[in-house]
């Protein structure tokens, strides 16, 4: 009970943080991006429901995502037309809630009697089906062009018009917390740890008599319900929705945002979701490869940090807890191997702009601004400049990564030590 209790005392501080941050970032950009990364932290830890928790991994959740929105625009421009009857904007997350559960309870219920591959195959076939439907069917979807909407619909409480965007940022905000502490505690019930059960060992899950197939459903239908609720929220954000949203671009971002987070824990997809967001909204103001970073930043962290952010932190835990002068410790080695890696990366990311600019000018000035410096792409000198950081940061990295690793494994040798005598 108490660390529950210290649990969402944490949650506590997040919330307080998170709502005083408009008062600090008062820019229309940072107040669009804070919504857009409270949605997608609803999002994505939705998701992670799924392939976290329960071991399935979708290549097409976005459709409950999308379909939610979708439903919701259309409800919204019914009342704005007054067709529909007046339904509070703030309890907007809940028809999504029930449209994302409804379908979910629909392809679930088919595609979780396969497991695996299958089941990826499966749900990357039910996402390219309603993407060429939101496409095909343009009385209800309008195609290419989606659907926009007026979010200020009817008389809302206090004088509230979820006109101004930080009236929205405090909506997402609000079901932010509620949608995340409700997912966070399904984890600690006797279903959440049968989901886990089933994720790792399906066949004695089986054998003591749980119908694996019907907690994978349960779990399918959980999560496209919280993935319905932000369907909803991103569609109050942009007062728009599109073909976009259930396309499989949408579901291959969350499933990046939860891998880099990483997936293994509850934070993983919160951090990957705010971390990988804040990169869309900023790499492309500074270069026009910011796809390829992308690329890059999951392709290493998959590589060389399978758990995640959020478990190179959480692999720190008993090291911390044993001695904190321990973990002083790995400081100087951890800043050294980084600095020899981020020395690296310098050279690789010049040589990345230079080559992407020589291919989009081949004639004229050959000037490129990397890293706030202006740089000749025509010129030996620059392509040397950059070499040699790839070059030295790769010496470094031979020198810095042993003398990390020795003061990790030692680090780990003084906690069994401790353990062992306990």
Same mark, same amino acid.
């Given at each position: #009970?108490?660390?529950?209790f210290?649990?969402? =005392?944490?949650?506590? /501080? /997040?919330?307080?943080?998170?709502?005083?941050?408009?008062?600090? %970032?008062d820019?229309?950009?940072?107040?669009?991006?804070?919504?857009?990364?409270?949605?997608? @932290?609803?999002?994505?830890?939705?998701?992670?429901?799924l392939?976290? +928790?329960?071991?399935?991994?979708?290549?097409?959740?976005?459709?409950?995502?999308?379909?939610?929105?979708y439903?919701s625009?259309?409800?919204?421009?019914? /009342?704005?037309?007054?067709?529909?009857?007046?339904?509070?904007?703030?309890?907007?997350?809940?028809?999504?809630?029930?449209?994302?559960?409804?379908?979910?309870?629909? !392809?679930? *219920?088919?595609?979780?009697?396969?497991?695996?591959?299958a089941?990826?195959?499966i749900?990357?076939?039910?996402? $390219?089906?309603?993407?060429?439907?939101?496409?095909i %069917?343009?009385?209800?979807f309008n195609?290419?062009?989606?659907? +926009?909407?007026?979010?200020?619909?009817?008389?809302?409480?206090?004088? @509230?018009?979820?006109?101004?965007?930080? $009236?929205? *940022?405090?909506?997402?905000?609000?079901?932010?917390?509620?949608? !995340?502490?409700?997912?966070y /505690?399904i984890?600690?019930?006797?279903?959440?740890?049968?989901?886990?059960?089933?994720?790792?060992?399906?066949?004695?899950?089986?054998?003591?008599?749980? =119908?694996?197939?019907?907690?994978?459903? +349960?779990?399918?239908?959980?999560?496209?319900? %919280?993935?319905?609720a932000?369907?909803?929220?991103?569609?109050?954000? *942009?007062?728009?929705?599109?073909?976009?949203?259930?396309?499989?671009? +949408? =579901?291959?971002?969350?499933?990046?945002?939860?891998?880099?987070g990483?997936?293994?824990?509850?934070?993983?997809?919160?951090?990957?979701?705010?971390g990988?967001?804040?990169?869309?909204?900023?790499?492309a103001?500074?270069?026009?490869?910011?796809?390829?970073?992308?690329?890059?930043?999951f392709?290493?962290?998959?590589?060389?940090?399978?758990?995640?952010?959020?478990?190179?932190? !959480?692999?720190?835990?008993?090291?911390?807890?044993?001695?904190?002068?321990?973990?002083?410790?790995?400081?100087?080695?951890?800043?050294?191997?980084?600095?020899?890696?981020?020395?690296?990366?310098?050279?690789?990311?010049?040589?990345?702009? #230079?080559?992407?600019?020589? =291919?989009?000018?081949?004639k004229? $000035?050959? $000037?490129?601004?990397?890293?706030?410096?202006?740089?000749?792409a025509?010129?030996?000198?620059?392509?040397?400049?950059?070499?040699?950081?790839?070059?030295?940061g790769?010496?470094?990295?031979?020198?810095?990564?042993?003398?990390?690793?020795?003061?990790?494994d030692?680090?780990?040798?003084? !906690?069994?030590?401790?353990?062992?005598?306990?």
């Amino acid at each position: #009970m108490a660390n529950l209790f210290k649990s969402f =005392s944490t949650w506590i /501080i /997040i919330g307080v943080i998170a709502a005083i941050l408009p008062l600090i %970032f008062d820019s229309s950009f940072a107040l669009t991006l804070l919504s857009k990364m409270g949605v997608l @932290i609803i999002f994505t830890v939705a998701y992670n429901m799924l392939l976290g +928790q329960g071991g399935m991994l979708s290549f097409g959740h976005a459709i409950y995502f999308g379909l939610a929105g979708y439903a919701s625009i259309h409800i919204m421009n019914g /009342i704005g037309a007054e067709t529909l009857p007046y339904f509070p904007t703030v309890l907007f997350p809940l028809i999504g809630a029930v449209v994302g559960l409804f379908f979910g309870c629909l !392809v679930g *219920y088919v595609s979780t009697r396969r497991a695996g591959t299958a089941f990826a195959m499966i749900s990357l076939g039910f996402g $390219e089906m309603v993407t060429a439907m939101t496409l095909i %069917f343009v009385l209800f979807f309008n195609g290419e062009d989606g659907i +926009q909407t007026d979010r200020m619909v009817g008389p809302e409480p206090f004088g @509230i018009t979820f006109g101004p965007q930080i $009236e929205i *940022y405090y909506l997402i905000l609000f079901w932010c917390v509620i949608t !995340v502490a409700l997912m966070y /505690i399904i984890t600690k019930t006797p279903f959440g740890r049968m989901s886990n059960a089933v994720r790792d060992n399906p066949e004695r899950a089986a054998f003591i008599g749980y =119908s694996v197939r019907r907690v994978r459903w +349960q779990a399918f239908a959980l999560s496209s319900m %919280f993935a319905g609720a932000a369907g909803s929220l991103h569609a109050l954000n *942009y007062e728009h929705i599109g073909f976009e949203s259930v396309s499989v671009i +949408q =579901s291959g971002a969350v499933l990046f945002m939860a891998f880099i987070g990483g997936a293994g824990h509850f934070l993983g997809p919160i951090v990957g979701a705010i971390g990988l967001t804040y990169l869309d909204s900023t790499l492309a103001d500074y270069t026009e490869a910011w796809l390829l970073y992308l690329g890059l930043t999951f392709s290493g962290i998959v590589m060389f940090a399978p758990g995640g952010l959020a478990g190179l932190i !959480v692999m720190h835990g008993p090291i911390a807890r044993t001695d904190k002068k321990l973990l002083t410790s790995l400081v100087k080695p951890y800043l050294l191997a980084i600095g020899s890696v981020v020395t690296g990366l310098i050279g690789l990311i010049g040589i990345i702009e #230079m080559l992407y600019f020589r =291919s989009l000018i081949s004639k004229g $000035e050959g $000037e490129v601004i990397i890293f706030w410096t202006e740089f000749n792409a025509n010129g030996i000198t620059s392509w040397l400049i950059f070499i040699g950081l790839i070059l030295g940061g790769v010496f470094l990295s031979k020198k810095t990564f042993p003398m990390a690793k020795e003061s990790w494994d030692h680090a780990i040798s003084v !906690v069994k030590t401790e353990i062992s005598h306990e």
